[in-house]
């Protein structure tokens, strides 16, 4: 499956971005989709990711409340909304899809083998 994210910009604190992940090549059927975000000189790190066969939505301590995942299977699209953003969200964000993961998995950038390329979201103080 191949990924494009979009969405991202320049945003100052307190206001909101929805970043969009096409999917295209397969159907999203089956698969775990997750947003991961990388800051400038450090790891990649897990923001919130939503399974196929589980509704219920995972998400990073420091995205709970402001963020929210949500998928469109019949459109192959994965969305992010963020509110509230700050400073701290500033980093590149990436999609990813896992066909077979394990919920133990879900925050471990190398369970997922498929990755758009990223997005950039720069929140102003």
């Known amino acids: 499956v191949q990924l494009q994210a979009s969405g991202g910009g320049l945003v100052q604190a307190g206001g909101s971005l929805r970043l969009s992940c096409a999917g295209s090549?397969?159907?999203?059927?089956?698969?775990?989709l997750a947003w991961f975000r990388q800051a400038t000189g450090k790891e990649r790190e897990f923001v919130a990711a939503?399974?196929?066969?589980?509704?219920?939505?995972f998400y990073a301590d420091s995205v709970k409340g402001r963020f929210t995942i949500s998928r469109d299977n019949a459109k192959s699209t994965l969305y992010l909304q963020m509110n509230s953003l700050q400073p701290e969200d500033t980093a590149e964000y990436y999609c990813?899809?896992?066909?077979?993961?394990?919920?133990?998995?879900?925050?471990?950038?190398?369970?997922?083998?498929?990755w758009g390329q990223g997005t950039q979201v720069t929140v102003s103080s």
């Open positions: 990813t899809a896992s066909r077979s993961i394990i919920t133990s998995n879900l925050r471990v950038p190398s369970s997922y083998p498929y």
């Open positions: 939503l399974k196929w066969a589980n509704s219920n939505p």
């Open positions: 090549g397969r159907t999203f059927s089956g698969y775990t």
